[in-house]
């Protein structure tokens, strides 16, 4: 499956990915450009935005520009939008985290509506994160916090692997749910039949 690297602008990256050969495309926000790539020695594909961010900044030649002024969208839907008509489906999302709370809560919004469509993964400094499938496993995780956070009613939640394991639950998200969770085995797993679930796995 095509894969892109995509940085969004939040809270600049700490570790960026360095095995950048599994990424047919690396695109950016226009601010996540302006505020923290340029300091890398990454040359993203495309910058794609409405380009309020920039600020005149000089942008290497060999980058594709893609002015996307629709103000109906945030940066990072335009940017999914653009990549997946080249045919991405996968994608590495850093800077979705960090700065603005309500930032952080628009880039969820919009990963809450594709999630079914594309397969989406959140970095930051802290975890990553990603909608759960209705089958869900995790590999080499034993003693890493883990948070599952619902974000619609989640039912007949069954999680395995788990110091708190759950069998049969619901959980939303003004009631149950499963916080800074534990693993107790290498591989546990995930299964619900109804609902919209994040999972966080911490990397501290």
């Known amino acids: 499956m095509a894969k892109a690297l995509l940085f969004v602008n939040g809270e600049p990256p700490k570790n960026y990915p360095t095995d950048l050969s599994q990424y047919q495309y690396i695109a950016c926000t226009d601010g996540a450009y302006h505020n923290y790539l340029t300091q890398t020695d990454i040359t993203p594909n495309f910058i794609i935005g409405d380009f309020d961010s920039l600020q005149n900044q ?12 629709d103000q109906s969208k ?5 940017a999914l939008l653009f990549l997946a008509n080249k045919g991405i489906h996968q994608f590495d999302i850093y800077g979705a985290n960090g700065h603005a709370s309500d930032h952080f809560l628009g880039n969820i919004s919009v990963a809450m509506r594709y999630y079914h469509i594309f397969e989406l993964r959140f970095y930051d400094n802290y975890c990553d994160f990603f909608f ?3 089958f869900t496993t995790l590999n080499h995780v034993k003693d ?15 999680i395995t692997g788990f110091k708190y394991p759950l069998t049969n639950e619901t959980i939303n998200f003004n009631g149950l749910i499963s916080l800074r969770n534990q693993a107790i085995d290498d591989l546990v797993t995930i299964s619900f ?7 966080f796995i911490s990397t501290l």
């Open 58 to 69: 000089p942008i290497d030649n060999r980058i594709d520009i893609i002015h996307t002024p």
């Open 74 to 78: 945030t940066d990072f839907e335009k």
């Open 132 to 134: 759960a499938k209705k």
């Open 144 to 158: 890493k916090t883990i948070s599952l956070i619902p974000l619609s009613e989640v039912k007949h939640l069954t």
């Open 193 to 199: 039949e109804q609902g919209d679930l994040l999972v």
